[in-house]
């Protein structure tokens, strides 16, 4: 049997949701988002943490491939993380440890992650309360 081609649309949108959001960054099968990057003229990976949102893992690897690259770094972010002070020191300071270079990116990776849970809704706050009745008690003649 031969296999049906796409439409060009169709073939289109499940490529655009089959892309991943950002750089150096994966999803889980359980949700959890992870960062990871591989250290230059090396065939080893630098594991940068997992996290509960895209945009923290984004971050974490934003810090880890600009301490490893420089300012000419293909960033996620571009405009946050050059805001920092942190990271304007960093291009000064080459051939860091990947030691280093994991903690400060996790660092980042979890105060961006511990932001975001702070600022999303929390899904307790948005249910009505619900009211349960004591059953040892004779309903009043209004409850029935």
């Given amino acids: 049997m031969r296999k049906r081609r796409q439409p060009p649309q169709e073939a289109m949108a499940s490529?655009?949701?089959t892309r991943k959001p950002y750089r150096g960054i994966r999803r889980r099968k359980w949700g959890k988002w992870v960062a990871e990057i591989r250290e230059p003229n090396k065939r080893s990976r630098?594991?940068?943490?997992?996290?509960?949102?895209d945009v923290a893992a984004a971050?974490?690897?934003?810090?880890?491939?600009?301490?490893?690259?420089?300012?000419?770094?293909r960033l996620n972010f571009p405009d946050?993380?050059?805001q920092e002070e942190d990271h304007r020191l960093a291009a000064a300071t080459a051939d860091m440890p990947a030691?280093?270079?994991r903690e400060k990116a996790a660092e980042v990776?979890?105060?961006?992650?511990?932001?975001?849970?702070?600022?999303?809704?929390?899904?307790a706050?948005?249910?009505p309360p619900v009211?349960?009745?004591?059953l040892n008690q004779l309903p009043e003649s209004g409850d029935i």
């Fill in 99 to 101: 030691a280093l270079i």
């Fill in 46 to 53: 630098l594991w940068l943490g997992s996290y509960t949102t």
């Fill in 80 to 82: 946050l993380l050059l």
């Fill in 59 to 73: 971050r974490a690897y934003d810090v880890a491939v600009f301490y490893l690259r420089g300012p000419t770094a």
């Fill in 125 to 127: 706050d948005s249910s």
């Fill in 131 to 134: 009211i349960k009745p004591d």
């Fill in 109 to 123: 990776g979890a105060r961006v992650d511990a932001l975001l849970a702070s600022a999303a809704p929390s899904t």
């Fill in 15 to 17: 490529h655009v949701a």
